[in-house]
């Protein structure tokens, strides 16, 4: 189908869909609009053709509207009528399907690579439009704002972009698929499964990441340097792309370019993709992010229209839920209430270094660094970890499809495969807001592994509930653009974790680090053996059972670093986060 067949199409629909909404009670069942509904398919530069679905107010040629565009693998019309509800009356709202999914064309092992190069084209053909102002705002949550983020690949960024606000996303399909050269199975392998099958294939044989090619679909390729657009990151602490949000966030606000350094604001609330169904005990309704993220975009995107500088739009940038055990739901000073910053406040580090405690086998303890007396002695806690019996997940960042959120993880602590080191009881409540990292030295008797630790808070019952995990795989330690290299059998290696957390640990509850060779299926299961793939193993090789060991003597001081902030510090910063931004 050529260019002159495309408009054709385009002509007819939009004179159908007029006729139908016309006589109707407005968009989206809003009676305070009346919306002229179009449908088109967009030739772009390759020669595919782009399902585009989307409106404008109803007006004569003299009114110009800027415009939303949200990119989606889903159906069009669907995100067309759920956009539309939350716009602002004045605006366009337009959908373009995501090449190779529904009735969008195109070669469909591109699907990322070609997305920069097809919203270019789309956002030009809307600002050819004689109802477009020339100024377009991308929107988008999960799979869309993970296609939307990518309209900010360097090289790519329309001029007539003006601003994203962007939630539950992560800036590069490459990162959505491995954490810390962890395969996310359930975020990437079950989800294409059922979305995008003709991508499984290339994930599983792409693990290691290739800057030709990966770097065509990477916000962050090379450096953060050449945004230069103001951006609304929103997720929940646990969410299945949490840290990718704030690190997009973080990276973006020190080191972008003009425009963009400074101009980034992060909303993080409880957790999204993780419904009250999926989680043991739900947290207040008051800690979502979607009501603060849609009042802040609304206020932004109006700035921005005015022609105000962003010198001028005095509002914070960081909103972040300050969460608590979960058997505490109510909203309270102490815990599950939002602060709303300017900047990360600045910690006060507290280590905890891993040490051989008096509690039962296969257990620990962790103890403040002041600690001595251990010696040198090559002290370790060891655990066999077996493939064909991994450690089940329950909870934690998932995308949620069986659990996900904060779940009692005493049943997972009791397993010989699990191992745990937990803190005496705090003498004071211990607020923790910012990066924490997992300094651990490990060891295997195999040639590969996977070490998975879980951040847990352990109340006055005993119950032991998931804060935030990661994890790393041990042949990808080198970094996701080296190629993969085998684990000396019982050699030392120097791993270190890092997430983000805004936590607060009640006085007498206890901190434990929970230690596992899987976490399936949030994780794909490590087969332990280099000469394996991610899935099987070629003959005559086999998985293979390992007996993995964290060391924490003075030689190899296996530590945790939490970054607290005084709790009466935070409670300063309190607030309703939809009230700071309407006040402005």
């Known amino acids: 189908m050529g260019i002159r067949e495309a408009c054709i199409i385009l002509h007819c629909l939009t004179v159908t869909l007029v006729a139908g909404l016309e006589g109707g009670s407005g968009a989206g069942g809003r009676e305070d609009r009346q919306d002229i509904a179009f449908e088109a398919m967009v030739p772009v530069r390759d020669g595919s053709l782009m399902h585009v679905v989307g409106s404008h107010p109803k007006c004569h040629r003299a009114c110009k509207f800027p415009t939303l565009l949200t990119v989606t693998p889903y159906n069009a019309s669907k995100a067309w009528a759920k956009a539309i509800e939350s716009a602002d009356p004045e605006f366009a709202v337009v959908v373009q399907r995501q ?13 990322y690579t070609g997305t920069p190069d097809d919203i270019y084209d789309v956002i030009q053909w809307i600002c050819d439009k004689w109802w477009s102002s020339g100024k377009v705002f991308i929107t988008g949550s999960s799979a869309s704002g993970i296609s939307g983020s990518l309209a900010q690949v360097k090289g790519k960024s329309h001029p007539a972009l003006q601003a994203l606000s962007l939630s539950v996303y992560s800036y590069s399909p490459y990162d959505v698929a491995f954490e810390n050269g962890l395969l996310t199975y359930q975020t990437s392998i079950e989800w294409n499964k059922k979305n995008a099958p003709e991508r499984v294939e290339f994930i599983l044989t792409h693990e290691r990441y290739v800057p030709n090619l990966h770097g065509a679909m990477d916000v962050s390729y090379e450096s953060w340097g050449h945004t230069t657009l103001p951006v609304i990151h929103a997720g929940g602490w646990h969410g299945p792309f949490s840290q990718l949000v704030v690190q997009a966030y973080q990276g973006q ?67 972040l839920s300050v969460l608590g055990n979960p058997r505490f739901r109510q909203v309270s000073v102490k815990q599950n209430f939002w602060v709303c910053l300017d900047e990360w406040p600045v910690p006060t580090i507290r280590r905890f270094r891993l040490s051989r405690g008096v509690l039962e086998r296969s257990a620990g303890m962790l103890a403040d660094e002041a600690w001595e007396g251990l010696g040198n002695a090559s002290l370790s806690t060891t655990f066999t970890s077996d493939p064909t019996s991994p450690v089940p997940t329950l909870g934690g960042h998932a995308l949620g499809y069986e659990s996900c959120g904060p779940w009692d993880q005493r049943l997972l602590e009791q397993r010989s495969d699990v191992i745990r080191f937990t803190s ?149 910063q309190k607030c309703d986060p939809v009230r700071t931004i309407q006040q402005g």
């Open 424 to 572: 005496s009881r705090l003498d004071s409540d211990l607020a923790i807001v910012g990066l924490v990292t997992f300094d651990l030295y490990v060891s295997t008797t195999q040639t590969d592994g996977d070490i998975m630790v879980k951040l847990t808070d352990v109340n006055d019952d005993g119950e032991s509930f998931n804060v935030a995990d990661s994890g790393m795989r041990l042949r990808r330690r080198n970094g996701s653009e080296s190629a993969s290299e085998p684990v000396v059998p019982g050699l030392v290696y120097r791993v270190e974790i890092e997430l983000y957390a805004s936590y607060v640990f009640r006085k007498n509850h206890q901190v434990r680090l929970v230690v596992a060779g899987s976490n399936a299926p949030q994780y794909s299961v490590n087969l332990q053996n280099i000469e394996c793939g991610i899935e099987s193993c070629p003959p005559p090789h086999e998985p293979q059972t390992a007996n993995v060991s964290i060391h924490h003597s003075n030689e190899y001081p296996s530590t945790i670093t939490l970054p607290t902030v005084a709790l009466t510090r935070l409670q300063e």
């Open 253 to 319: 606000q020190t080191e972008g370019g003009r425009g963009a350094k400074g101009n980034q604001f992060l909303v993080m609330g409880f957790g999204d993709h993780c419904g009250p169904r999926k989680t043991q005990i739900p947290y207040p309704g008051s800690l979502a992010q979607g009501p603060v993220r849609r009042i802040l975009q609304n206020n932004l995107f109006a700035h921005i229209l005015e022609g105000k500088s962003m010198s001028s739009f005095n509002l914070p940038r960081l909103y």
């Open 99 to 111: 090449r190779s999914t529904g009735r969008s064309t195109g070669d469909p092992t591109g699907r």
